[in-house]
């Protein structure tokens, strides 16, 4: 949708002449540390041009009224700001529900509703943190609505309780962090534990960033993601019976291979192998961009997926085609699934003037093997959440 026609709708769904004010919050790509966030590795992720816009204007009454262009079939769902409780049937909109519950009951002055307009380019079930977008592009919108001081760390903090403990998904930090704190043309240095944070510039020269949609959709990711995160905290309290260590990131992989033995479960130590090199993988990706060795990065990438695949095992047949076919193709520096996994996206780091056949290859093999073709996206590196102006909207 364009941008005259996002606010049209706006006036024509609930019914006003009121220009609303509008705000954008990216989704995001993981480069490199998947599944390290919640174990208190680093990640390295960057906001991406896609993301969730939500157009608002205040109301004179409590009522909350959301709306979203991507299921036009849910029609207008309704709450009040007296009792913002999770609901089922509300779907979607408990995640804007959640921001508004979590930041009143944080103590901010929300003292009115609002009719509030969503649009998501993200594609549906990718991986590529569409929750998070919402709960951003919901925190930003109140903050601007109701005039409101948030710190932006505090602001990415309350959308990770949002998921935690209002929808029910353990989820690391790494997605809310990714998308509150973005900047063009830059990826996060990101220590899960502490949140120190640098930005890295990402130059990638003749190379473009090739986002892969497998359009399977992820239901298993959710259930398996819990009982990963579960496997890793039993191979840390193992640990613990003869480290004094915190988290599984605090480990360098010597230190992971002296001390394996005390891990009492086979799979519970491949879990907790993956996050402790994974972390490594990740710390190494940045020196080597610092020194320009892409070569030397793209092949930190593939290691990742590997490693996604048999120690994890969170891949499957879709993410394994795409990343095993990128690999053998010219003009490929890495290829990796990014995200939770069990389908969703994978990432490929394309020569530029390779990226036509890049298409082509992997479209045929991968339609081949699993029957129907994966959707492909050219990534541009973006800012953060951030209200936008008229002119800026899409």
Same mark, same amino acid.
């Given at each position: 949708m364009n941008k005259t026609e996002l606010f049209d709708r706006f006036q024509s769904v609930f019914e006003t002449k009121q220009q609303p004010r509008c705000f954008f919050a990216p989704g995001r790509i993981n480069l490199i540390g998947e599944h390290t966030d919640y174990n208190g590795g680093h990640v390295f992720p960057a906001s991406i041009s896609f993301g969730t816009y939500a157009l608002s204007v205040k109301r004179n009454d409590n009522k909350l009224r959301f709306y979203t262009v991507n299921f036009e079939e849910k029609g207008i769902i309704e709450c009040s700001l007296d009792d913002l409780s999770y609901d089922k049937a509300d779907d979607w909109a408990n995640y804007p529900k959640g921001m508004f519950d979590q930041l009143k009951k944080q103590g901010y002055s929300i003292e009115s509703g609002a009719d509030i307009l969503f649009y998501g380019n993200i594609p549906n079930g990718a991986g590529l943190s569409s929750s998070a977008s919402i709960e951003l592009a919901t925190g930003v919108l109140i903050e601007g609505l109701y005039d409101l001081k948030i710190d932006r760390i505090k602001l990415i903090q309350i959308g990770q309780k949002v998921e935690n403990q209002y929808i029910g998904v353990n989820s690391g930090i790494m997605d809310q962090f990714a998308i509150g704190k973005g900047k063009k043309d830059h990826a996060i240095l990101l220590d899960c534990q502490t949140l120190n944070y640098h930005y890295a510039p990402i130059k990638l020269d003749n190379h473009d960033i090739i986002i892969i949609n497998t359009n399977k959709r992820r239901e298993l990711a959710a259930s398996k993601y819990n009982e990963r995160r579960a496997e890793c905290e039993r191979a840390l309290s193992d640990l613990q019976t003869g480290l004094s260590i915190q988290s599984l990131g605090e480990l360098s992989s010597d230190q992971f291979e002296k001390s394996k033995h @005390?891990?009492?479960?086979?799979?519970?130590? %491949?879990?907790?192998?993956?996050? $402790?090199? /994974?972390?490594?993988?990740? @710390?190494?990706?940045? /020196? %080597?961009?610092?020194?320009?060795? @892409?070569?030397?990065?793209? &092949?930190?990438?593939?290691?990742?997926? *590997?490693?996604?695949?048999?120690?994890?095992?969170? *891949?499957?047949?879709? @993410?394994?085609?795409?990343?095993?076919?990128?690999?053998? &193709?010219?003009? $490929?520096?890495?290829?990796?699934?990014?995200?939770?996994?069990?389908?969703?996206?994978?990432?490929?780091? $394309?020569?530029?003037?390779?990226?036509?056949?890049?298409? &082509?290859?992997?479209q045929a093999t991968y339609v081949e093997k699993i029957g129907y073709a994966p959707t492909f996206y050219v990534a541009a590196i973006g800012d953060g959440a951030k209200e936008l102006n008229r002119e800026g909207v899409l």
């Open positions: @005390l891990i009492k479960n086979d799979t519970d130590r %491949k879990r907790a192998k993956h996050a $402790v090199y /994974e972390n490594e993988r990740t @710390l190494l990706a940045l /020196e %080597k961009l610092k020194a320009n060795d @892409l070569e030397a990065f793209g &092949q930190l990438i593939n290691n990742s997926h *590997t490693s996604l695949q048999h120690d994890y095992e969170v *891949t499957g047949i879709e @993410l394994d085609t795409i990343a095993e076919t990128a690999w053998s &193709q010219p003009g $490929v520096l890495g290829a990796r699934m990014t995200g939770a996994g069990f389908g969703g996206c994978a990432i490929a780091i $394309v020569e530029k003037d390779k990226v036509g056949l890049f298409k &082509q290859n992997v």
